[in-house]
């Protein structure tokens, strides 16, 4: 017998990070505060999972908010145009024991790209509520030049100010829907 789960992004026990290079000697940090999504699997087959993922690009904070707001702009994520980061899954295939790799893909500013990234498994368990949740934490890299966000203003030696490589990291745990 075949059945549908539906899964929820708990957005209080999750987070979505980021990290990128600046003046080549140290990394910025930071992260979205708001974002949703929602995981579907056939007979609670993680293999056979489809997940959508919207981030609110007006939740990025980097705790500085003269440097959050740049951001924001025109410069570089051009929020007031392009308000959400979308992102959908195309496959999530079994590596190793609980490594999986996520295959999806992601649009930023209009520009869509697949990207593959790492995924822990981190099992499943009911919370105090009886609720059953399931984690994992997954890891990637993007680079920012693929989507339109072009910073190319370099130091005195001729670096990049800021890095082309972002690092994202993730920790999500979904709830599952009540039957």
Known sequence: MNFTTH??????????????????????????????????T????FETAEIALSIDVYSFDTNNIERDEHIKSKDFLDADQFPEIN???????KVEGDHYK????????????????????GGQAKDGFGKMKAGFEIS???DRKDFGILADDVTESGHL??????????????DKEED
Request: proline content about 1%; hydrophobic content about 45%; cysteine-free.
């Open 7 to 40: 899964w929820f992004i708990d957005p209080d026990h999750s987070n979505i990070e980021f990290r990128i290079r600046h003046l080549v000697i140290s990394h910025i940090s930071g992260a979205f505060k708001i974002f949703n999504g929602k995981m579907t």
């Open 42 to 45: 056939k007979n609670d087959d």
């Open 87 to 93: 992102f959908s899954s195309t496959s999530l295939k």
């Open 102 to 121: 996520l295959t999806g893909n992601i649009t930023i500013k209009s520009v869509t790209r697949e990207i593959v990234l790492d995924a822990v498994f």
């Open 140 to 142: 990637g890299k993007l």
């Open 161 to 174: 100010i800021i890095g082309e490589e972002l690092k994202i990291h993730a920790n999500i745990e979904f």
